[in-house]
């Protein structure tokens, strides 16, 4: 759940682009499109052969995509790649974990400016990734389909409303036995963010996390599931550039709890599996057959209905 937290809030930077146009920092990231055309007019703008690479990696962190496709209130051609690239971006650093010097903060502030107006007056923005792949190093993360949908809201203190899916999530190469055999392949997740902390969180996700980065987020509804495996949840989140920094609240249920179990088991995550019998024990059976819990993240520790769990 945590780490969906992290991975929704990607979908606000969906939105970055302005009139003007704000060139991607070679030093960053460097892109290249195949194909790009605006099939529906203005306002549209959709790309075949999406490729980004982040700059002073020591392993190659790549984005390939095989069409791409943006959308925003009052935006133009140039704007609309602005918003492809930055969310690229995101996307990528927050999957791969690189952080590179080379994002400059300047670079966020100057594209993400004049998207606050339009968030501010309601506007919505959305962008679509189909076959994407991701990798880092020997690591390859994939997914059939990405879709970020952000509608802002007429007033200068309601937060943003987020909403994030991905389809079809499978991953290759990897030495995390669990995260192999517990990913997600399918997820959705809405959420509402201020919109003043949406640049803050993009320094923080793509460059060198500062200390005092915090971002409220509040995740009205989460949904991931693996085969038979399902979680769903709500709650309440503080997002900073570093995972143990982070904390977060709220309430989750499993369908199939006993596949999740098998599942740890075996990945070799012997602690983890216990962990999750102790607290089937305290759970609560709903309706449909699933265990739900109130739990927390704080401080590196999970605690669930109070108790701290054994996860590391």
């Known amino acids: 759940m945590k780490k969906l937290f992290i991975t929704t809030v990607l979908a606000t930077l969906s939105c970055i682009g302005a009139a003007q146009a704000t060139a991607l920092p070679a030093t960053c990231a460097r892109v290249q499109v195949t ?26 962190q790549t984005f390939h ?3 791409i496709s943006a959308s925003g209130t009052g935006m133009g051609p140039q704007a609309l790649r602005d918003m492809e690239d930055i969310a690229s971006l995101v996307l990528l650093s927050v999957m791969t974990g690189h952080h ?8 966020f502030a100057s594209a993400a400016a004049p998207v606050m107006d339009g968030l501010r007056a309601g506007g919505s923005y959305d962008l679509t990734w189909q076959g994407g792949l991701l990798t880092n190093g020997e690591t390859r993360l994939s997914f ?10 007429k007033s200068d203190s309601a937060p943003a409303t987020l909403t994030l899916e991905t389809q079809g999530v499978g991953i ?3 030495r995390n036995t669990l995260l192999a055999s517990a990913l997600p392949q ?23 996390p500062p200390e005092n980065v915090m971002v409220p987020l509040h995740v009205s509804a989460l949904t991931a599931q693996r085969g038979a495996m399902q979680i769903t949840g709500n709650g309440d989140a503080n997002l900073t550039g570093h995972t143990d920094a982070s904390s977060a609240t709220g309430h989750i249920q499993v369908q199939n709890l006993e596949a999740v179990i098998d599942t740890l ?6 602690r983890a599996s216990a962990a999750l019998i102790l607290a089937k024990l305290f759970g609560h059976k709903s309706a449909s057959g699933g265990t739900s819990w109130d739990v927390s993240w704080e401080g590196g520790v999970m605690t669930v209905n109070h108790i701290p769990l054994p996860i590391h």
Do not use: F, M
């Open 144 to 153: 059939r389909r990405a879709h970020l949908h952000l509608v802002g809201a």
């Open 265 to 270: 088991r075996n990945a070799g995550q012997t």
């Open 100 to 107: 590179s010097e080379g994002c400059e903060p300047s670079y």
């Open 35 to 60: 194909d790009s055309s605006q099939p529906h007019g203005g306002g549209a703008l959709s790309g075949q052969g999406y490729d980004l690479a982040l700059a002073g990696g020591k392993t190659n």
């Open 186 to 208: 399918q997820a959705t997740a809405k959420a509402a963010v201020p919109g003043s902390s949406l640049v803050p969180l993009a320094e923080a996700i793509t460059g060198r």
């Open 172 to 174: 290759t190469g990897s």
């Open 65 to 67: 995509a095989t069409d």
